[in-house]
């Protein structure tokens, strides 16, 4: 009879098109009546423009804004709400038919009504393994502010086509899958600024087999999003993953900048979780390295490795600290055009390594850092197999190990200070170098 009563009120309230509902108050959640239903009902009488009572709703299937149908839609709420998403799949679905550029002479009509789908001020919980929180499929300045999602399987995830997206003030936290999930999706102009992407099993921010152009990821805390325990892992808070050899994929102009990122590795010098885990890691491949970044002015801490490069080329990372590395601060591999300079280096920890190393690249510039206490066992800074490249105006002290250059072309070593190694031997070693 509640319910009957609760669906009454909800058909009769409305306002000038946009559809107030009702909260839900009960006290477990599982036992909420399915309110998809009555959603997805209103969201198609509304035009798509929802407008929610501070309350939990529980939910079994997607709501689907069609926007090809709805035009121009927006979900906003009058208080806290929170949506229990209990079926698999996203809790919100926006699928529009942008498919053409950023340019606006390649927009049609139909894809000017669909601008701008707004979703803010809101909670999502998931309460099924494959259940996730939003999802954004052909659409054009989608707008993701003040929106949380937890205990889900993928936080946000982008698919197929999207445009000019904005993704600022929420808090990705406690997911078993992705936080910010770049999938597949050919994208170009995406801001992430000031959320919090956290404590994600399987990466906080990915981008995988991916067509993206100009990410800006900006003033975020991105923290532990690998496993929480001593499981082998690949997955980074950071992760920019173009390995496998599709078509069609390629990864350029990605500015991450003045975020903390860090977490999880070290917890002692006898506990170390997620083994493999990294900050930042970026996997070209040789055909497509991945292109044109930016690393600027970070806070680094805490993983096995803090930024590991393979197959990329033009990269800048400038005005970072790194510390409490296990056991490696930065791997360049495969790569092109790789500058790092201004940043500090310190384990900090005594118990941490630290660790500095290039192979097999080319064209690469260490220059003006500072490098304290790293305690590698086979150098502080390792060029292993590279051409034409150079370290110079560094301060290097309190190291075991000095510089080694194991079967490096035309590489230099220059207006640099170097501490006594305290294990002993050369500052700078060349072997097989010519």
Request: some cysteine.
């Amino acid at each position: 009879m509640k319910a009957i009563l609760k669906k009454r009120i909800a058909n009769i309230i409305f306002s000038f098109g946009l559809a107030i509902l009702p909260p839900i108050a009960l006290a477990q959640y599982e036992n909420f009546p399915d309110q998809s239903g009555t959603l997805q009902e209103r969201i198609r009488e509304t035009g798509g423009n929802l407008l929610l009572e501070a309350g939990t709703y529980a939910i079994d299937e997607t709501l689907e804004f069609d926007l090809h149908s709805l035009g121009a839609v927006s979900v906003r709420c009058r208080g806290a709400v929170t949506f229990i998403m209990r079926g698999p799949g996203p809790a919100l679905r926006f699928v529009g038919t942008h498919e053409g550029t950023a340019n606006p002479s390649s927009f049609d009509p139909d894809t000017w009504k669909q601008r701008m789908p707004i979703i803010e001020g809101l909670e999502i919980l998931g309460d099924h393994p494959e259940a996730d929180g939003i999802e954004l499929l052909g659409t054009v300045q989608a707008t993701v502010t003040r929106v949380a999602v937890r205990n889900a399987r993928h936080g946000i995830r982008l698919h197929k086509r999207n445009r000019n997206v904005v993704i600022s003030d929420c808090h990705i936290y406690e997911n078993s899958g992705v936080g910010l999930y770049l999938d597949r999706v050919n994208l170009h102009q995406i801001n992430v600024a000031n959320s919090h992407i956290s404590y994600n099993r399987e990466g906080g921010v990915v981008l995988r087999d991916c067509e993206v152009r100009n990410l800006h990821l900006t003033g975020c805390d991105i923290e532990a999003n690998m496993p929480g325990d001593a499981t082998p892992t690949r997955a980074a808070n950071v992760w920019i993953d173009l390995s496998a050899r599709n078509e069609g994929t390629s990864i350029a102009e990605v500015a991450i900048t003045g975020c903390t990122i860090q977490h999880s590795a070290n917890k002692g010098r006898k506990a170390v979780t997620a083994p493999g885990g990294a900050n930042i890691r970026i996997e070209g491949r040789p055909e497509y390295p991945v292109d044109t970044v930016t690393i600027g002015n970070n806070i680094l801490s805490d993983t096995s490795i803090s930024i590991d490069i393979d197959y990329a080329k033009d990269i800048a990372i400038t005005g970072n600290g790194f510390f409490t590395s296990m056991p490696g601060d930065l791997l360049v591999q495969n790569s092109q055009r790789v500058v790092v300079s201004g940043n500090t280096f310190n384990p900090r920890q005594e118990w941490s390594i630290g660790g500095i190393v290039f192979r097999d690249s080319e064209s690469c510039i260490f220059s003006a850092n500072t490098v304290h206490a790293i305690k590698d066992p086979k150098a502080a800074i390792l060029f292993e197999r590279c051409r034409n490249s150079r370290i110079s105006d560094c301060v290097i002290t309190d190291i075991n190990h000095g510089i080694l250059l194991r079967e490096c072309r035309n590489c230099e070593v220059v207006d640099t200070i170097i501490a006594e190694p305290k294990q002993g031997g050369p500052k700078v070693r060349r072997e097989r170098s010519r």
